[in-house]
């Protein structure tokens, strides 16, 4: 039987949404989650694969504004809901469906598109490369101490009802953004994301606390958390499962961080998404006791590669010329001369020889400077053509703070 790929109508979102669930497993969502995520979908960027009356494939994307090196807030699409029933794999749907939406996000203008993969293999095919990373912590509070800055004591605490302070909370968020590459600027609607709740992902903790920090009566940073309790025969042991925290400077940032150490009856706490460079780990008497981990977190991929690196600043001046290779959208093969510097850069064609040669997965990776050219080329994914040109480009790409994609999509 024939498949049909078709842009997503309302009266099939159920259908549609029902075959991604499947193809992750085949757990319903709650309520709340099939609720916030219906309307924030975008249906003219949604598309299904239907054989006759079933969906066999999913994907869409989002309008999203990514935060680069430089500050600049881009266009980006977030692609998202990506599935493939498990009864029509290896029938080329995935790639059909990767093919019509970059070309979808070219004809929108759009130079970016990212994404968070649940296995990373799928899409370096595709020219998305590893961009970010996120730390996760778990911390042993009954060992682990806090230094913490001058004016900490003078920061105020106090709970809030999440939905009474998300407005406030919302606004610091937005004073963050570009001040680190990776972090998106929340377009209407998404706003609830940081108060969804659903009771499926408690797993026995608490409801969603939230805590604020204020100075002077104005709002300095905030963090929404729950505690998950535990005892054993020696006491209490409960579990600190850090939701997120946003500051505007160290004194309120310590303050935030100290409160969750000091919860009573718990002895952890939980971090899942935290900055590469989170200053947490510089607060902390013991990062042995805090077990870090690493994975991989956003995925760049660039659309138009002329407009995507003119689109950033660099650290460094340069003036070198790429030579792309980029199977999949091959508007964007060849050479480019990329001049730029802490001001803004130009990205043009060229026929001068090349100075690096890298594919477009490769520019992805360090397209926001987390990921070095260094790095790549010694493991043999950028080759250096001019003596001195990977060492140029490696400190022009760099980002003096680590990009980090603060939620999922």
């Not at 020696?234 to 500051?247: H, R």
């Not at 508007?331 to 803004?344: P, T, V």
């Amino acid at each position: 039987m024939t498949t049909e790929m078709r842009e997503l109508r309302q009266e099939d979102w159920d259908e549609y949404y029902g075959t991604l669930e499947t193809a992750f497993g085949g757990v319903a969502e709650s309520k709340e989650e099939h609720e916030l995520w219906n309307a924030l979908t975008e249906f003219d960027r949604f598309f299904g694969t239907w054989e006759g009356e079933t969906c066999v494939g999913t994907t869409g994307a989002f309008s999203f504004r990514l935060s680069v090196p430089g500050g600049s807030l881009v266009d980006a699409a977030g692609v998202t809901m990506v599935g493939v029933a498990a009864t029509h794999r290896r029938r080329g749907i995935l790639t059909s469906m990767m093919r019509r939406q970059l070309d979808d996000v070219r004809a929108r203008g759009e130079a970016l598109a990212v994404l968070t993969a649940s296995e990373p293999v799928i899409y370096g095919r595709f020219g998305y490369g590893a961009a970010t990373q996120q730390l996760k912590a778990e911390i042993d509070t009954s060992r682990v101490r806090l230094s913490v800055p001058a004016g900490t004591d003078d920061v105020r605490l106090r709970y809030a009802k999440p939905a009474d302070v998300h407005e406030a909370c919302e606004a610091l968020y937005a004073r963050r953004v570009t001040e680190r590459p990776g972090m998106l600027a929340r377009q209407p609607g998404w706003e609830r994301l940081g108060l969804l709740d659903p009771e499926s992902d408690r797993h026995g903790a608490s409801p969603l606390q939230c805590v604020v920090a204020e100075r002077d009566g104005e709002l300095v940073g905030y963090t929404r958390f729950r505690v998950k309790p535990d005892w054993d025969v020696a006491g209490p042991k409960g579990t600190v499962k850090l939701s997120d925290l946003e500051a505007l400077d160290p004194a309120a940032y310590a303050s935030l961080w100290r409160f969750l150490f000091d919860i009573d009856l718990t002895s952890q706490v939980e971090a899942h998404s935290r900055p590469m460079d989170d200053a947490m780990l510089q607060l902390v008497s013991d990062v042995r006791r805090c077990r870090i981990q690493v994975r991989d977190s956003l995925h760049v991929r660039l659309v138009e590669v002329g407009a995507a690196l003119e689109a950033r600043t660099y650290r460094a001046p340069l003036n070198l010329v790429l030579e792309v290779d980029d199977a999949f959208c091959p508007w964007n093969a060849g050479r480019w001369r990329l001049k730029g510097d802490l001001k803004g850069a130009t990205c043009e064609r060229t026929e001068d020889e090349a100075d690096l040669a890298l594919s477009v997965r490769e520019l992805g990776s360090a397209y926001l400077g987390g990921v070095t050219l260094t790095s790549l080329a010694a493991a043999g994914r950028v080759r250096e053509l001019r003596p001195g040109a990977l060492a140029e480009a490696t400190l022009a790409f760099g980002s003096d703070v680590a990009p980090w994609l603060p939620h999922g999509f």
